[in-house]
């Protein structure tokens, strides 16, 4: 089982005297990753409880599904924007921004009085999550050499499944325990506060600028491009040339948004689909949709020990290749099993298999933009996210559509959920054959200045 110590060392040259400054730094961005999840999850419960239903009893469930794909829409909007501002002003100084806004954010989006405010407030929380993710792994690609970057992505990427996991269950906790809603928004945005503290006190935009790190650590992350220039405003459009013209990007990102717009079902309607098609009582439901992402938290770690020990074995090409195509295959095979079967149980296994092949591909997403971007890295990394949100924000809003659409069709109930997972299926399917095209040896731009692998 692969663990935070096999981030220690370079395989190459063990260097036991290193200082590990590294290990706060993924620390800390798994504690961002976490409030990332967690707030952006929690609506997905918040909007079938009876407090929140009973501050809103004339919304309709076509009026939540676009209030929950808000967010999406503007979190992909801003990805490479957000990214880009990363990389010129530098990861430590925007991400703590963009915790600490999402935060103040989360508190105002429990002042709501309407469905309307509430969409404004979500849509402007998106755009400062975008630059969480690509933020972060422009950091990790400065902090770790490349033959590790699968690993150190895959605990980060974690702490937002970790997040998400415990999401519907704290969530629906909270609110029978407050009473309301609008006091677990205002507790998260206390919280998230404190986490943004954390990141400014632990992190430096390069090793070499911490007080902490020695000279051994410093040999161990290796040279990485870390002298090269700051991205400037006239760098804007020849960066953007480039990741328009990078076939590689292209057919990623094609994969983000058919796999995410398959995933995001879980965390927008499966609660309300289990509630409602389903006939589950609101808590045991937050239980399984919580069984459902949890047992998805292993996967990032083997995710991450797999696309390592990929590259190792088939190459660095074919190495970030099959360990993603091949999940993406085997979710595909879980929504035609949810399709399938009657039983509310075997549905949710199945969703959990979606939810564990999906993470395991996950940190082979983040290494893949890693590989790529160079001195782009958020940017790029913010290009494939954006892509990957499209398809969430179209999940939450096709869902529902799909739902009345097969039933039209059937004239029954199971009409609407057959066409949903099967559309699901589809879409993971596509996400497969489209990374088989992907070439991760390829950057989009060549470095400015020599780096030593």
Known sequence: MPDLCSLRDNDSNPQHTASRVRMRVVAVSVMMAFMLYLDRVCLGEIVKSNSFLGDFPDASKEEIGEVLGAFFFAYALFQVPSGWASDRFGGRAMLTF????????????????????????????????????????GVIR??????????????????????????????????????????????????????????????????????????????????????????????????????????????????????????????????????????????????????????????????????????????????????????????????????????????VACCAMVSLMTDIGNPTVWAFMQDIGGRNTAAVFGWGNMWGNFGAAASAIAVPRLMTIGRSIDGVSSGGQSLVFLTCAGMYMLAGLAILGTDATKRIRQPTTPSIR
């Open 98 to 137: 963009y915790i600490l806004a999402w935060s103040l954010l989360t508190g105002l989006s429990g002042m709501a009085g309407t469905l309307g405010g509430l969409l404004v407030a979500r849509l402007a929380f998106g755009v400062v999550q975008a630059g969480a993710y690509p933020t972060s792994s």
């Open 142 to 347: 400065r902090w770790f050499h490349f033959r590790n970057r699968a690993m150190a992505s895959s605990f980060v990427s974690m702490g937002g499944r970790l997040g998400g996991t415990l999401a519907p269950f704290l969530t629906t906790l909270l609110i029978l325990q407050l009473s309301s809603w609008r006091y677990v928004l205002y507790l998260y945005s206390v919280v998230g506060i404190l986490a943004a503290a954390a990141y400014w006190i632990v992190v430096r935009n390069r090793p070499e600028d911490h007080p902490r790190v020695n000279a051994d650590e410093i040999e161990l992350i290796g040279d990485l491009d870390t002298a090269e220039a700051k991205p400037d405003a006239s760098d804007i459009l020849p960066m953007l040339a480039a990741i328009i013209k990078s076939r590689s990007l292209w057919l990623n990102s094609m994969a983000q948004f058919c796999l995410v717009f398959g995933w995001a079902f879980l965390i927008t309607w499966l609660p309300t689909y289990l509630k409602e098609e389903k006939g589950v009582e609101s808590f045991l439901g937050s239980l399984m949709v919580t069984g459902v992402l949890a047992i998805a938290i292993p996967g990032q770690l083997i995710g991450g020990w797999l696309g390592n020990r990929a590259v190792r074995s088939l190459g660095h090409r074919w190495g970030r290749i099959a360990p993603l195509s091949a999940t993406c295959f085997l979710a595909s095979l879980a929504y035609v099993g949810c399709s399938s079967f009657d039983s509310v149980w075997m549905i």
